[in-house]
């Protein structure tokens, strides 16, 4: 094993027990958890003798609008085909995401601006095994977040009569791959940035921008602004991880080989070359703010 | 005194104003434009729509014949519905010319326009769509005006005959109460009265369920998949003004499936859809279930909805699925918790509940309503609210399974141990303040 490596494997560790001791990490998956358990309780307060209707749920009939009013009722329809599982698995893993690329990030420039991060290169440690060592627990976390939603999922599923689409685990998989990536651009973010607010702030925004794109390559409503999301949503879905997250949920719909391998590979990609990047700030930027 | 009539003359003038304004602003603008009246093919029937001036894109189906009329007419919006509309009522000047097509690897034709009528004949399900062209337009037109005159001549005749035969009925009973009230024997006139013959209606013609309409002139266009160019050629041959367009034609994807109509019996009257292959519908078990499978295909969203209205919003990242035409005589398998069995189709009666107590029983047609219009001819798959899972799938005549039709129907318990997954919310938290409490416990050794 090499210096790093066991640098990597020994920090992250150090993280992990910090992240496991600490309370932020539950309070996160709780909220995970209760966000998912939301979804699938609105569905099923919402089935009647015809049906899934999304209007007699409080919850669904504010989201349904909201989604067939901006991306047309197909979209809805093809999200809740199978039952509500998926989608439940998709907004509980939300919470917990935000809160590991935002911790980590301000874990990061804390060191950082603190002389921590330099105290590690004295060692056998560099910056960038700080960074890699962030990133298997923030995966290691987030795997565990997975699993915990999976549960939930296999538990509402079995109490509700609700079918385990097999998709489910398959969409577990994007969603840790496209986590991967959020979190290297969080850290990516946190080299560039010296302050711990403005780094988050920035990685917010870089965010919210992924999400608009999103929203405006599948928006139906008619527009310039909507136009213009879409030429951007094209010209920068290759540097978004829900750009590949949709190329695969669509490809696995339409049962496009291609698509889906495109929506595998495309993050992993994405993230080896976002930690390329993130070697490259801290080679150029140094480890003390 | 003078100046509260000067005050209440100016209120009155700014109403007057004011009201004149909001009359005024009650009638869209009208803009005089060229349009293409587009009649084009959705894989069910033919639909209507137009492309106004600022639109750039004209969606149609590849491989089958729909049809373009350029136009010069008036176009407002109609904030009610929030859809432009057109005013022909004003302004309808057909434009003449020919039609140059360009694009979708080198073609470049030129279009003449020519006669249409489109019509569905009468079949066992639903419409059965065809189109006649030029000749065969007139004819089939002619034809069906001839039929239609005829039934008005029969109908009329009808008429007649029945006021003759009332006419004789009414002299024949007269005649025998008379003979009645005299005392005398009235069976030979009851005799003649009884063999007077009821004339009976004639038939209206019935081998269009839409018939085909007057014909119109129009560009056919019939072309394959691809992205062309549309330009309309005056007949001095200068380039209408307006009239370029793009045109998209597009396919549906391939392979089709099957999807069902799926009618609650408490709520036939809204019917829900299950258009996805390995879709669960999701019910409460309170009611049986009225299945029709029907073939559909995959379309691009934002192009289909173009399709039916050049204005309509879609989604240009998705697929939608397209209802195409009644599956005919198939038979649907169930796997009721693990027990199999088939249902055939079968005509239902519709009866309203009696009273004031809102609600529908859907029954089995009895032996005597055979002559009787069924009001639904579905498939009845029994749902109990105990059981679990209802397996369908639907076959051909043959028995095999059709393609994309394997379903799930799944009853959602409406007693359902949800502790259980609060529980499992609370478990992380459950663990923090565990590890908070070790950890406490730890510092204080």
């Known amino acids: ?30 909220a995970g958890l209760a966000v998912a358990f939301a979804a699938v309780a609105g569905f099923t307060t919402a089935v009647d003798s015809s049906g899934f209707d999304y209007r007699q749920s409080p919850l669904y009939s504010v989201l349904g609008g909201l989604i067939a009013g901006a991306f047309g009722p197909s979209l809805l329809a093809r999200i809740l085909a199978q039952g509500p599982l998926a989608f439940a698995l998709h ?19 804390a060191e950082r601006s603190s002389g921590a991060l330099e105290l590690y290169t004295y060692g056998p440690a560099d910056a960038m095994a700080c960074v ?24 509402a599923g079995a109490v509700n009569n609700l079918a385990a689409p097999p998709s489910l685990l398959a969409f577990a998989a994007e969603l840790f791959l496209g986590a991967s990536c959020i979190y290297a651009y969080g850290l990516l973010v946190a080299l560039c940035v010296d302050n711990g607010s403005a780094a988050i702030s920035l990685f917010i925004g870089v965010v919210v921008i992924f999400v608009l794109a999103l929203v405006g390559s599948h928006a139906v409503v008619i527009g310039r602004g909507v136009e213009a999301a879409a030429e951007f949503a094209a010209a920068i879905g290759w540097l978004s991880p829900l750009g590949y997250w949709a190329i695969f949920v669509s490809a696995r719909s339409a049962a496009d080989l291609p698509g889906i391998i495109g929506g595998v590979a495309g993050p992993l990609a994405l993230a080896a070359a976002l930690l390329a990047a993130c070697h490259l700030a801290a080679k150029t930027r140094g480890v003390r703010s | 005194m003078i100046a ?12 007057a104003a004011f009201g004149l304004q909001w009359t005024a602003a009650d009638v869209p603008v009208h803009t005089e434009q060229l349009v293409y009246s587009i009649t084009a093919f959705n894989g069910r029937d033919y639909s209507g729509t137009f492309a106004r ?13 729909s049809f373009l009329a350029p136009r010069r007419t008036l176009v407002y919006f109609w904030p009610l519905t929030g859809e432009y509309r057109l005013d022909t009522d004003t302004l309808d000047i057909p434009l003449p010319g020919t039609l140059l097509v360009t694009g979708g690897g080198g073609i470049r034709r030129f279009l003449a326009l020519r006669q249409f009528t489109f019509f569905s004949r009468r079949s066992t399900y639903e419409l059965d769509w065809g189109v006649a062209e030029d000749e065969e337009a007139r004819k089939v037109y002619a034809d069906y005006h001839r039929s239609v005159d005829r039934y008005l001549r029969a109908q009329a005749d009808f008429q007649l005959d029945r006021k003759r035969y009332e006419d004789a009925l009414d002299e024949l009973t007269a005649l025998a109460a008379g003979i009645r009230r005299r005392g005398g024997d009235a069976s030979a006139v ?4 009884g063999a007077l013959v009821e004339p009976s ?16 002139e129009a560009f056919v266009i019939n072309l394959p998949p691809g992205s062309y160019h549309i330009q309309l050629r005056n007949p001095d041959g200068t380039i209408a003004e307006g009239s370029d367009k793009r045109l998209v034609v597009f396919s549906m994807r391939s392979p089709a499936a099957t999807g069902y109509d799926v009618v609650p019996g408490d709520k036939w009257t809204r019917p829900e859809k299950s258009e996805a292959p390995g879709a669960v519908t999701y019910v409460n078990g309170s009611t049986d279930l009225y299945l029709r499978p029907y073939q559909e295909a995959e379309a691009e969203d934002l192009y289909y909805r173009r399709l039916l209205n050049n204005d309509g919003r879609g989604n240009r990242g998705l697929l939608t699925w397209v209802q195409m035409r009644q599956v005919p005589r198939a038979t649907i398998e169930l796997v009721v918790d693990g027990n199999r069995s088939t249902v055939t189709e079968e005509p239902f009666k519709i009866e309203q509940a009696a009273g004031s107590s809102l609600g529908y029983t859907i029954r089995p047609m009895s032996a005597g309503e055979e002559a009787d219009a069924p009001d639904l001819v579905a498939y009845r798959v029994p749902i109990q609210p105990d059981n679990r899972m209802v397996r369908v799938t639907a076959l051909d005549s043959t028995g095999v399974p059709l393609p994309g039709s394997e379903r799930e129907i799944r009853v959602v318990p409406t007693r359902r141990a949800e502790g259980l997954l609060a529980l499992i919310v609370a478990l992380p938290l459950a663990a923090a303040v565990a590890v908070a409490a070790l950890r406490r416990r730890r510092l204080s050794r």
């Open chain 1, 1 to 30: 094993m090499t210096d790093r490596a066991r640098s990597v494997l020994v920090m992250s560790r150090q993280r992990l027990r910090d992240s496991l001791v600490g309370a932020g990490f539950y309070v996160a998956l709780s």
């Open chain 1, 91 to 109: 907004v509980g893993a939300v919470p917990v995401v935000l809160y590991l690329s935002v911790s980590s990030i301000h874990r990061f420039c």
């Open chain 1, 132 to 155: 890699l060592a962030s990133i298997v627990k923030d995966t290691t976390l987030t795997v565990v977040g997975l699993l915990s939603l999976l549960l939930l999922c296999a538990a």
């Open chain 2, 4 to 15: 509260g009539l000067r005050r209440a003359g100016l209120l009155a003038a700014l109403g």
């Open chain 2, 53 to 65: 001036q600022a639109s750039d894109v004209i969606y149609l189906l590849a491989g089958v014949d």
């Open chain 2, 190 to 193: 009851e005799r003649r009265a």
């Open chain 2, 201 to 216: 209606p004639p038939q209206a013609p019935q081998d269009y369920a839409a018939p085909p309409a007057e014909p119109q």
